[in-house]
């Protein structure tokens, strides 16, 4: 079975450009949930996608935005980059938001903003 | 208020060795979950343990056991017989449970860099 997968594994941008990250969820797994880590503020939530409903948004700018396809597969994009925004972006998928349901991590892309 | 605590930024153990990785926890739901996540350097987080709220039994799976302390609000992971592929960073995470609409978020710790030595 395959294990999430996300989509450029490492990406250069400058300020003000906008950018785009993919994941695709491991098959039969209908949330998606998004992650931001950088080594001052640590793993932070973004935002959490099921059945193509965002569920549930972290404490981050209009500029994050994200979506969810009908294949479960989502997207998040990333306007008008900042310095900032340089971080490893964790996408994870789980079965449903259940309490117990494991979150399946993918490997992150790497955003580097110059 | 943090909702995860870990409060040791670096462990150090030798091969073969038991350590424990400090987590405590901040929540008013009733409901709850707690995990444990290993980074090693590549960047994916990969799953390790899981405990529930309402679980009587500490968690374990393999090598890894979870200490569950609810009255103290801690969740301590115990790794036996480290080996040098431990080395990484250890998290700790939490869901809240009593919010259906909430249930996808992760809270994380700062976590743990635990480094193995021969």
């Known amino acids: 079975k395959a294990g999430v997968t996300q989509t450029p594994r490492y990406l250069i941008k400058t300020r003000g450009q906008q950018v785009t990250l993919s994941c695709s969820p491991i098959?039969?797994?209908?949330?998606v949930s998004w992650y931001q880590q950088t080594p001052g503020q640590g793993l932070q939530f973004l935002f959490e996608?099921?059945?193509?409903?965002?569920?549930n948004k972290g404490n981050f700018p209009g500029r994050f935005s994200g979506r969810q396809f009908s294949n479960s597969r989502s997207e998040m994009n990333v306007s008008t980059l900042e310095l900032g925004d340089s971080a490893l972006y964790l996408c994870?998928?789980?079965?449903?938001?259940?309490?117990?349901?494991?979150?399946?991590f993918g490997p992150g892309t790497r955003l580097t903003v110059l | 208020a943090q909702k995860i605590t870990q409060t040791q930024p670096g462990m150090f153990v030798q091969e073969k060795e038991a350590v424990t990785l400090d987590c405590t926890y901040d929540?008013?739901?009733?409901?709850?979950?707690l995990f444990w996540y290993k980074q090693p350097s590549s960047g994916e987080m990969i799953f390790l343990i899981y405990?529930?709220?309402?679980?009587?039994q500490n968690a374990t799976e393999g090598r890894y056991s979870l200490n569950f302390q609810k009255a103290r609000k801690s969740a301590n992971l115990v790794i036996s017989a480290s080996q040098l592929g431990d080395s990484a960073m250890y998290f700790c995470?939490?869901?809240?449970?009593?919010?259906?609409?909430?249930?996808?978020?992760?809270?994380f710790g700062r976590g743990t860099q635990l480094t193995v030595w021969p």
């Open positions: 995470a939490m869901r809240e449970g009593d919010r259906g609409s909430t249930l996808g978020r992760l809270y």
């Open positions: 405990q529930g709220s309402y679980d009587e």
């Open positions: 098959s039969g797994h209908r949330s």
């Open positions: 994870a998928s789980s079965f449903s938001p259940v309490l117990g349901n494991e979150q399946f």
């Open positions: 996608y099921f059945s193509e409903t965002q569920r």
């Open positions: 929540t008013s739901d009733q409901s709850y979950g």
